[in-house]
């Protein structure tokens, strides 16, 4: 798996990076650009878009054509460049803030259109870059320096969001399951349509230190114990899946993808109005 | 024998943070001042798992 060129999809010059010591972020920027070589991406055919947050600064260290937008909009701007350029691989990072709260609207419009974007939100439970407050993926009944009497509000799962809302391949794995976490972000590049993957990953800073849930080796243990394959998550008992959650392969399947569709409704009306002098 | 071993490819990088030694399977790596070292590299079975739980690009998992 590891090829000794990976240096060359990094900024070399930008780095170290400014996340916190043991920040899950790395990590998965890590599976990201593995992703990449091992789908056999061409680096100059390939652009990478976020917004704001810890995870909006990803790009910032990554060797390719890149876009930092603004907050939530990473979707928004990568389906423009998309329309533009159909023939570019696009990589969307954002956060459960970013993806889920202020861009969810995008989120889920991006799914619904099924345009060939490949999107990693790295999901930490929190804000972290604005000091810990509580997000959409925030359990509930959990500390944040907006519920500091615990979260009233209910979780969202976003890899059944992205589900529901019709993307067509879904997985979702951890910081700890780094070789699925690749797998999985290779396979939904190669996807031809809208390419969800939740990277599940510890903010020990902010989620951790506030639920006092340890560090980053205590956070990464969690998620080896309640993060279950989806075959034996479905044999669990009722009240088990309540608490555990499943990783892995969610969904698959094949849909008309949104560029191909516009530009054959080009060509289908450029067609007429010949016909039609 | 394995064919592959860790090396230290950026050191000013280390945050100290410990994973890699967490996920290591065997005994490889200790902090040496806060710093990444390899201290028993023979024990090395090329595995590549620091490399890949690094999350500050500091190791590579190199042909011997
Ligand atoms: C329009 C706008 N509103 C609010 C903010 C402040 N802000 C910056 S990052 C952030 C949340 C980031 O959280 P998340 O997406 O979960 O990323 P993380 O930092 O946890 O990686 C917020 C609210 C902003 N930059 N722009
Ligand atoms: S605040 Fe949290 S998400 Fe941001 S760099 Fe630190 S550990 Fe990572
Ligand atoms: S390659 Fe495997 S055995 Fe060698 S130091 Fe890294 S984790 Fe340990
Ligand atoms: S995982 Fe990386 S940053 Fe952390 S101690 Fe090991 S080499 Fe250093």
């Known amino acids: 798996m590891a090829n000794p060129d990976i240096n ?9 990076h400014i996340w916190c ?36 600064r990803a790009p910032g260290y990554l060797k390719f054509d890149t876009l930092h937008t603004t907050h939530g909009r990473a979707l928004a701007f990568a389906t423009g460049v998309k329309m533009a ?3 570019l691989n696009l990589i969307v990072i954002t956060g459960d803030g970013d993806g889920a709260a202020i861009g969810g609207n995008h989120l889920i419009h991006a799914c619904r259109r099924n345009i060939n974007i490949t999107t990693v939100m790295y999901n930490n439970s929190i804000y972290g870059m604005t000091s810990g407050q509580f997000s959409p993926t925030t359990p509930t009944g959990s500390l944040a320096t907006t519920a500091p009497y615990g979260n009233i509000d209910t979780q969202f799962d976003v890899s059944n969001l992205a589900m529901a809302a019709g993307a067509t391949y879904v997985g979702r794995s951890t910081s700890y399951h780094v070789r699925e976490l690749i797998d999985l972000i290779t396979n939904g ?17 902010q989620f951790g230190r506030k639920n006092d849930l340890g560090g980053p080796m205590e956070m990464m243990e969690w998620q080896k114990e309640n993060y279950i394959p989806v075959k034996a998550w479905a044999k669990l008992s009722a009240a088990e899946k309540e608490v555990k959650k499943t990783r892995g392969l969610l969904k698959e399947e094949e849909r008309e993808e949104y560029t191909d569709k516009y530009l054959a409704l080009i060509k289908q009306v450029q067609a007429g109005e010949e016909k039609n002098g | 024998m394995p064919n592959k071993k860790v090396e230290i490819d950026a050191p000013d990088w280390c945050k100290g943070c410990g994973i890699c030694i967490y996920r290591c399977p065997v005994d490889v790596l200790e902090l040496k001042e806060g710093k990444i070292a390899i201290t028993k590299p023979d024990n090395c079975i090329g595995c590549e798992m620091c490399e890949l739980i690094c999350p500050d690009f500091v190791l590579k998992v190199v042909e011997k």
């Open chain 1, 21 to 56: 010591p043991g920040c899950g972020h790395g990590i998965i920027t890590g599976a990201i650009v593995r992703a990449i070589d091992q789908a056999g991406l061409d680096q100059d055919k390939t652009v990478v878009i976020s917004g704001i947050g810890c995870s909006g």
């Open chain 1, 189 to 205: 590049i190669k996807h031809q349509g809208f390419s969800f993957i939740e990277a599940v990953t510890h903010c020990h800073t």
């Open chain 1, 85 to 87: 350029n159909p023939e």
């Open chain 1, 8 to 16: 060359k999809y990094y900024r070399r010059n930008k780095l170290p």
